[in-house]
Every structure is written in C-alpha cells, then in structure tokens.
C-alpha cells in the first residue's frame, strides 16, 4: 500500500493565491496596529487556506507487475548453416531458464523466419509485432539471436529498453558466392549483349586462391568451364541463339571450407526478340489483295519492308524487253543471290514466271528455304497456269501441288479439325460467321498441314517444314475480301499476322512446343501440340529427383499442368520429344546474397539503447540488471532495465480537513484571539 497527498482546490487556484495575499495584508496589518492577536487570527487565515486547497491523502493498493524481455530467434535460411541452428536453440533456451529464474522476469520468445517473396530477414518488423501485443511500460529488454544479417535495418522503431544482439556463426567463417551485376530481361537476337559477373570471396577466405572455375550453360545444355580471377568484374559477351526465353546458368564450384554453394549459382532468363523483321515482299501485278500485305507489313514498326511491284500486265505484248520496263532496275541479284539470307521472310503475291527471276534464283530460294528461311506463296489464278511458280525449282519444297484449276465460286473459309489445333488458326475470331471468298485454286496437299479449307473441304491454307526453313501456301487471292467486310468480313489481319509470325518462328505460336511459366515458387506447364493425346511430362528437379505429372486438355491443342516447386534451382521438363528448362525463385535468394556474421548493419540501432553485440562462440553472456540510461552491456555479459511496473488494485482517499474540523479550529484560534486582545 502506497499513500500520497492530493490537492483538489475549492476555488480556483488564481482565487486562492488572492485569498492567501489578503490573509498576508491582514496580518500584517494587525502586527503594525500592535495587535497581540495576529498570530492566532493568521492561524487561522492559514487553516481556511488549507481547507480551500482541498487536501486528501490518496492510498493505493498495488500489485507489481513483471518485467518482459523479448527473446527473438532468427530462423531463416542463413541460419541454417553449418552449427547455426544448434547455437540458437543451445542459446535461447539458456538465456531464456536464465531470465525465468529471475524474480518478477517473463520471457517472450519470438520466432524471425524467412520473409515473403524472397524478402529476407525481417528482423526489426518482427520485433515491432512483438512490442505492439505488450505494454511498453514493462520491457525491460530485447535480445536477438542472429547472423546480423538483417534487410530491414531502417524500420523506424523507438525501442523501450536496451537491444542486444548475440551473433551466431563463427569468426572462421567464410564463403564465395557469384554476382551477376547487369542481366537484361531482353536483348536482341543475333547481336551480343554484355553481362557483368563477379566472383568474391568474404569472412576469413584463404588468401591463396587468385582463381576460381566457372561453369555456363545455355538452356540445360552441357556446361563448359572457364577460370577467372577472383574479385573482379568479369565481362561476358553473350549472343542469344533463339527467341522467346533463354535460360543461361552459371555456376561456381564449392570450395573446401565456404559456407554454402546457395550462392554460387546465377539464373539468367532472357527473352530474345528480333530488332527489325527484314520482310521480301513480290507482287506479280496490281491487284486488290495486294495492298492488304502491304499494310499489314508496314503497319508494324518493326518490319523493315522491301516491296517489288510488277506493273507490266501480262496480255499486253509488246515487244518491250522485260530489262526496261521500270524505272530502277530490279536489283535481282542482288536481292535473291547476295542478301537473300538477311531476310526473315519472302512474300510471292501473285507471282508468275516471266524470265525475271532465272531458274538459278528460283533454285537459291529453295535453298534458303531449306537453311532455315521462310516462303509465302499467296496463289492467283496464275498459279494453275503454265507459268506457275510450282513448275520452277521452288516446286521441290512446296507442300501443294496444283490441278490447273480455278474454282470461280462462293465459299466460305473454315479451320480444317486439325486447324482448331494448330496456334495459327486456333481460336480465330467469329469462326463459323464469317464472309466469304470468291475464287480458290484447287491444289492436292503432299505434305505439310492442311490448317484451313474451301470449296468442297479442298485444302485452302497449307502449312509446312523443310528441313530447318518453312513454306505455306494460300490457296486463294481473295483474303481481301475480309477488310473490305464483304459479307461481314473476317479476321484477316489477325490470320495474315499469326501467318506471318508462325514463319519467323516466332516461339508463341510453335505448333509443338512445350513452355512453362513461374510464379514464385508454383509453374504453369503449358504443352501445345497436333496430336490428341499426350505422354505424363517428366519434371527433373534441381537435386536430381523426377517428378511425372499427367497434362489436361484445356482446349484444342493445348495441354497444361502445374507444379509447385520443392525448391529454388533450375528445373528440366520433358514430354515426348520437347524438353525445356525452367528457373524457380531466384538462384542466389536475398539470404544468401551475405552469408558471413556481421554486426556492422545493426550496430548502430544496438549502440542507441546502450546494448551490446556478443558471439555466442565466445559463450552464452550472463543476464544482469542496470539502471535505465546506463551502459547495457560488458565482457560476457547483458543487461536489462527493471521497469517497476505495477497494477493499481484499489484506491481511496481521505479528506486531510474535514469541514467540520475546519470550521472548529477556524472559530477556535479567531475567538482565543479576540478573548487575548480583550483583556489587554
């Protein structure tokens, strides 16, 4: 129990300092008159003072509260080398039966595990969730066992009492790790971009290693192995060999005696894009359909477009010599035999034979086919003639063959079943509604794939392989008709592009591909394909393990599966004859970005609150207690500042002056001293 004096005034306090001043004037008067009363009539002046201030003894029972120290314990992955976790289990529940053992101490014991989305050890916030759920009033200390590795040093935090940081690890220590410093997300096909890496060692590395192997692999290919000196930036010209996603990996060997390998392993993903589609397009004649390739090409920024028109109708027979019927000369050569490799695609639009193009051109165009180029044949009526491309040497790797007839009539397109499959005509917009075409050349299919079909279900669009190049064959000039909306059009443009894409191998729109996409530590396996069916798909996980997973048809074509990765690495996928790689997470995670203890990143917020900074290998430090503002921490041991909290159980207060007693000795001293000077 606890007492303690109140004043609760009567009057206001300013009231009272007046009443006090004429209490003072009065008796001073009375001294001066030569009153022998003036000692009693100021008594009791004093008194009524005394009552209007309104004094009372306040008494409090109290029950003492205990102090609580905050016990936080980093879990997250750095902390999990070598002997870390035995220190901070071993550790805690030393300090924490220490601190029991103390009279009026409880322990709160919190638990730092990874953070989210590769966040790191979040330290600081989880000592600020542990301090909002307690009374401020009553912590008396906070001491956190970890690495010192902390990503969230800069929390603005006001700590109530003395922070303590016990490292775990050793002094002997060290580690290498690899560091990619400039990895883009896209870079150009064919043309090589830079990427900076460096090696470093950090702790007590030896001091007699100048090299250190690296081995790089493109998309899971066998790696080879380069030597490079240590602690220096290290740049590496790298050209990407395919569009779409590249995954490049490097890794650096374990070293005898470094922490961990988490970190000696980079994870590049690179999407490579073409910069400028180089297109060849070769009108025969004037005609509707050919400002719709046009268009199209141009209406893109990144084709570079290279546009022959033939004006010369055929049936006009002049005897002009073929040379002299432009204004340029037609760079033939040129263009067919010198730089016919530095295009992605070749457009025939109506084009005949008429002894522009030699047979030796022609000849160079199929093989440029045949090296990995690619053809679109866009057929006109010349194509059933004599003068058709089919009878040149371009016929060799056509999948068409032509019958010599035009069929002159009204059909509407349709997507052949293995059209509804294929990434081409898959999905097409308003399929079933759509306007339709006027004339078709009616061609018998060899090879390749029939993806679209007209008059009588002949094959309309032919889509095919040649060896490492592509051909396809539009059996019709009257496209056209679509953006002009004759009979409500169709998706012209939008099967013209995919067309198009599909030719320049474009990784999206691979009729047999097999992809997956990430999303944190779950992928999306994504399997397009011709076929009806599909095998499991095998999924080789980065230790080794093999995983089969059976695929979905989730609409024509195309099959998918998901997979929740076990951990962070490069994961292999295989599913008949596609294979592709895959990287889960980032392959060095934040917590491994710095491995080695360190107090240098809290050292500052520890020093503030006058705690200390001890290694645990040094022994786990005694617990005392010190008074608040003082030095929190010595040699082998911490402190902590007793709060004295308490909980107030009852209070009561007793009035000092009752009125009744007030009033008595007010009356009693004023009448002594009239009675004293009356008898004067």
């Given at each position: 129990m606890t007492g303690t004096v109140l004043f609760a005034p009567l009057v206001p306090w300013p009231a009272l300092a007046v009443l006090a001043a004429l209490v003072v004037v009065a008796t001073v008067l009375a001294v001066l008159r030569g009153l022998s009363g003036w000692a009693l009539r100021g008594v009791a002046g004093l008194i009524v003072l005394a009552a209007l201030s309104g004094p009372a003894l306040q008494q409090e029972d109290r029950a003492p509260l205990a102090d609580i120290v905050i016990l936080a314990e980093d879990q997250s992955a750095s902390q999990q080398l070598t002997d870390r976790p035995g220190q901070t289990d071993d550790t805690a529940t030393a300090l924490a039966a220490a601190l029991e053992a103390r009279e009026g101490t409880e322990?709160?014991?919190?638990?730092?595990?990874?953070?989210?989305?590769?966040?790191?050890?979040?330290?600081?916030?989880?000592?600020?969730?542990?301090?909002?759920?307690?009374?401020?009033?009553?912590?008396?200390?906070?001491?956190?066992?970890?690495?010192?590795?902390?990503?969230?040093?800069?929390l603005a935090l006001d700590l109530p009492a003395p922070l303590h940081l016990l490292l775990t690890g050793r002094e002997t220590d060290w580690d290498r790790r690899l560091v990619v410093k400039n990895a883009p997300a896209f870079a150009i096909i064919g043309e090589p971009v830079t990427l900076t890496l460096r090696i470093e060692d950090s702790g007590a590395a030896p001091t007699d290693t100048g090299l250190a192997p690296i081995d790089i692999s493109v998309d899971g290919a066998p790696a080879q192995r380069f030597n490079v000196r240590i602690g220096e930036d290290i740049d590496l010209p790298v050209t990407l060999p395919h569009g779409g996603r590249n995954v490049i990996q490097f890794t650096v060997p374990e070293a005898d005696g470094e922490l961990t390998d988490r970190n000696n392993t980079a994870l590049i993903q690179i999407n490579g894009v073409r910069d400028r589609l180089r297109v060849l397009l070769v009108s025969g004649e004037p005609h509707a359909g050919g400002?719709?390739?046009?268009?199209?090409?141009?209406?893109?920024?990144?084709?570079?477009?290279?546009?022959?028109?033939?004006?010369?109708?055929?049936?006009?027979?002049?005897?002009?010599?073929?040379?002299?019927?432009?204004?340029?000369?037609?760079?033939?050569?040129?263009?067919?035999?010198?730089?016919?490799?530095?295009?992605?695609?070749?457009?025939?639009?109506?084009?005949?034979?008429?002894?522009?193009?030699?047979?030796?051109?022609?000849?160079?165009?199929?093989?440029?086919?045949?090296?990995?180029?690619?053809?679109?044949?866009?057929?006109g009526?010349?194509?059933?003639?004599?003068?058709?491309?089919?009878?040149?040497?371009?016929?060799?790797?056509?999948?068409?063959?032509?019958?010599?007839?035009?069929?002159?009539?009204?059909?509407?397109?349709?997507?052949?079943?293995?059209?509804?499959?294929?990434?081409?005509?898959?999905?097409?917009?308003?399929?079933?509604?759509?306007?339709?075409?006027?004339?078709?050349?009616?061609?018998?299919?060899?090879?390749?794939?029939?993806?679209?079909?007209?008059?009588?279900?002949?094959?309309?669009?032919?889509?095919?392989?040649?060896?490492?190049?592509?051909?396809?064959?539009?059996?019709?000039?009257?496209?056209?008709?679509?953006?002009?909306?004759?009979?409500?059009?169709?998706?012209?443009?939008?099967?013209?592009r995919r067309l198009a894409h599909w030719m320049m191998k474009e990784p999206e729109?691979?009729?047999?591909?097999?992809?997956?996409?990430?999303?944190?530590?779950?992928?999306?396996?994504?399997?397009?394909?011709?076929?009806?069916?599909?095998?499991?798909?095998?999924?080789?996980?980065?230790?080794?393990?093999?995983?089969?997973?059976?695929?979905?048809?989730?609409?024509?074509?195309?099959?998918?599966?998901?997979?929740?990765?076990?951990?962070?690495?490069?994961?292999?996928?295989?599913?008949?004859?596609?294979?592709?790689?895959?990287?889960?997470?980032?392959?060095?995670?934040?917590?491994?970005?710095?491995?080695?203890?360190?107090?240098?990143?809290?050292?500052?917020?520890?020093?503030?609150?006058?705690?200390?900074?001890?290694?645990?290998?040094?022994?786990?430090?005694?617990?005392?207690?010190?008074?608040?503002?003082?030095?929190?921490?010595?040699?082998g041991w911490i402190g902590i500042t007793p709060r004295d909290a308490y909980e107030t159980l009852d209070v009561r207060q007793t009035p000092l002056l009752p009125a009744w007693l007030v009033l008595l000795l007010a009356a009693g001293f004023i009448t002594a001293a009239w009675l004293r000077e009356g008898r004067r």
């Open positions: 322990v709160r014991r919190v638990t730092v595990p990874d953070g989210e989305e590769d966040a790191g050890t979040r330290l600081m916030t989880a000592l600020s969730e542990a301090l909002s759920e307690e009374p401020r009033a009553r912590v008396a200390g906070l001491i956190a066992i970890s690495d010192g590795q902390v990503h969230d040093p800069d400002r719709t390739w046009r268009n199209l090409l141009k209406s893109d920024s990144s084709v570079d477009l290279v546009h022959f028109t033939i004006l010369r109708p055929p049936e006009k027979q002049d005897g002009v010599p073929v040379g002299e019927l432009s204004l340029i000369a037609f760079p033939t050569r040129e263009l067919f035999l010198e730089k016919i490799d530095d295009f992605d695609l070749i457009i025939f639009d109506r084009y005949k034979r008429r002894g522009i193009l030699p047979a030796l051109y022609l000849d160079n165009v199929a093989r440029y086919i045949r090296d990995g180029g690619a053809v679109l044949i866009a057929a009526p010349d194509f059933a003639g004599a003068d058709s491309l089919y009878r040149s040497p371009l016929g060799s790797v056509m999948p068409a063959m032509p019958s010599a007839r035009v069929l002159e009539e009204a059909y509407r397109p349709t997507v052949s079943d293995i059209g509804d499959r294929h990434p081409v005509t898959t999905g097409l917009p308003g399929a079933g509604d759509w306007g339709r075409w006027l004339r078709q050349i009616d061609v018998e299919a060899r090879s390749g794939t029939v993806v679209m079909e007209g008059v009588d279900e002949r094959p309309l669009l032919v889509l095919d392989r040649v060896e490492e190049g592509r051909v396809a064959l539009l059996a019709s000039d009257h496209a056209w008709l679509w953006n002009r909306g004759y009979e409500g059009g169709g998706p012209q443009l939008e099967l013209l729109l691979e009729e047999e591909a097999l992809t997956a996409t990430a999303t944190g530590q779950s992928m999306r396996i994504l399997r397009r394909t011709l076929k009806e069916t599909v095998p499991p798909v095998v999924i080789t996980a980065p230790d080794g393990t093999q995983t089969e997973l059976e695929m979905t048809e989730a609409q024509p074509g195309q099959f998918e599966t998901r997979f929740d990765g076990p951990e962070i690495g490069l994961y292999r996928l295989e599913n008949g004859d596609q294979s592709t790689v895959i990287g889960l997470g980032p392959a060095a995670p934040r917590e491994f970005e710095a491995t080695i203890a360190t107090a240098d990143i809290l050292g500052d917020r520890v020093a503030a609150t006058r705690g200390g900074v001890l290694r645990i290998e040094d022994g786990v430090p005694r617990v005392r207690a010190v008074r608040a503002g003082r030095p929190a921490a010595g040699r």
